[in-house]
């Protein structure tokens, strides 16, 4: 690619993705609603807000591929989802119609489908659950995505994303860490296949004790090859969770009694 657009490069997974993945493009466009410092030879850094419409569509201008992570990323008020997630999606979709309909990866979230129990295996064909205002956004998202493709032929890649850190740091990580490499690989994928589509990426690790089934993707070339469990030990150590916690019962853990925020600050 000429040039990639990274949104949300102020974020933890954006930072990463700066590091690990600007050998995707002769130049990366950086963005986010906050500073993006320090800034690398090979980027441009333009801030903006999502929710700004000219500004979006002066973002996406002459980009070849977007790696969409901005946005909010956990459960706030509405007013604040809507503006990023929900206004700022459609933002980006039109802005990319206008633009030559680079390939998207939209980072979507697996509380898409959190109020499933996390004795069940999922499919990527299954009716969504959204545990919050923050995963009914991301649902959202995955449909403006699905709409585009089949109106226009845009291409998306809607990824799940499950818990992208360095490592698991709790129980419940164990069945949904998505390792940096892992998704790092996949991102490498998404653009190099000849065609891509629309279709839903469980974004998670090999993980033994994992709940989603990627099986539907065999003809992307990409299969996840870490595992939680090398990090067994260490979660083994920590406290044992109540049997009826949230993040014991549901797979989309502690956001599931979340309360609905009402301030439009927070
Ligand atoms: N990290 C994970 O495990 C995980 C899990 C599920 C989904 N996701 C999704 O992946 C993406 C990246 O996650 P992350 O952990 O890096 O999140 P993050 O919160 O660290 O980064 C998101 C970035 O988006 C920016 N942003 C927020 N509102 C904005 C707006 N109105 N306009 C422009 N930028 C705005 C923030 O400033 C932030 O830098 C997010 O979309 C998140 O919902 C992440």
């Known amino acids: 690619m000429k040039r990639l657009l990274i949104t949300g490069a102020a974020g933890g997974v954006g930072k990463m993705a700066r590091k690990r993945l600007s050998h995707l493009a002769q130049s990366i466009r950086i963005s986010d609603i906050v500073p993006m ?3 690398a030879d090979n980027e441009e850094a333009i801030i903006c807000d999502l929710a700004d419409e000219a500004t979006v569509h002066a973002l996406v ?11 909010v990323s956990v459960e706030k008020s509405y007013d604040l989802i809507e503006a990023a997630n929900i206004r700022g999606v459609h933002n980006l979709y039109e802005a990319a119609r206008m633009s030559g309909q680079p390939r998207i990866v939209f980072a979507s979230s697996n509380h898409t489908i959190g109020f499933y129990p996390q004795t069940t295996r999922l499919t990527a064909d299954m009716p969504t659950r959204p545990d919050g205002w923050y995963g009914i956004s991301k649902v959202y998202g995955e449909a403006v995505a699905q709409m585009y493709h089949a109106k226009f032929g845009q291409e998306t890649a809607i990824v799940r994303i499950g818990s992208c850190f360095e490592r698991p740091v709790d129980r419940r990580m164990m069945a949904t860490w998505f390792s940096y490499d892992d998704f790092c690989r996949l991102i490498e994928r998404v653009f190099a296949v000849p065609a891509l589509g629309c279709p839903i990426i469980w974004g998670a690790s090999a993980n033994s004790g994992g709940w989603w089934d990627n099986s539907h993707l065999d003809w992307l070339g990409w299969a996840p090859e870490d595992n939680s469990e090398t990090y067994r ?12 916690a949230p993040d014991v019962l549901w797979q989309g853990g502690m956001f599931t009694a979340d309360p609905v925020v009402k301030s439009k600050d927070c």
Do not use: M, N, V
């Not at 201008?61 to 946005?71: A, R, T, W």
């Open 233 to 244: 030990d260490e979660i083994e150590r920590l406290p044992q969770r109540p049997a009826d």
């Open 61 to 71: 201008k002459d980009c070849d591929g977007i790696l969409h992570l901005g946005g």
């Open 37 to 39: 410092d320090p800034i």
